[in-house]
């Protein structure tokens, strides 16, 4: 369970599912047992509802590739990967325009690969 890719609307279900039963499934299932643990433990005070609450309302504001940075550990997701990210196409636009400039022998092959090369170091 720990390897596979979290939902961002499971987690937010689990969250808010917490305000009314047992608090922190949410955090079992993103693989953090101990704060799991830790809200289970306070289950007894409004603590880890209110905070269930909170956290659930938070799951539902993040963006997909946010929520996957915080919970996935870098596995992308089917829409980041199908479509490449603002840095990425900046940086592809800005390799387009050095070819341009080395096609019209404004910029020798030695700069453009270097150019190029500092462009692609770029990508995270």
């Given at each position: 369970m720990f390897n596979q890719r979290k939902s961002r609307s499971v987690a937010a279900i689990l969250?808010?599912?917490?305000?009314?039963t047992i608090s922190g499934l949410h955090k079992f299932y993103l693989g953090q047992?101990?704060?799991?643990?830790?809200?289970?433990l306070l289950s007894w005070t409004p603590i880890p509802k209110v905070?269930?609450?909170?956290?659930?309302v938070w799951y539902l504001a993040l963006d997909e590739e946010a929520f996957d940075r915080n919970f996935n550990y870098g596995k992308p997701s089917i829409i980041n990967s199908q479509y490449p990210s603002n840095q990425v196409r900046t940086i592809a636009e800005a390799v387009r325009e050095?070819?341009?400039?080395?096609?019209d022998g404004l910029i020798s092959e030695y700069e453009f690969e270097q150019k190029r090369r500092q462009l692609l170091d770029h990508i995270s």
């Open positions: 969250a808010f599912s917490g305000t009314l047992p101990l704060w799991g643990l830790l809200y289970v905070a269930s609450a909170i956290e659930g050095l070819e341009s400039l080395r096609q």
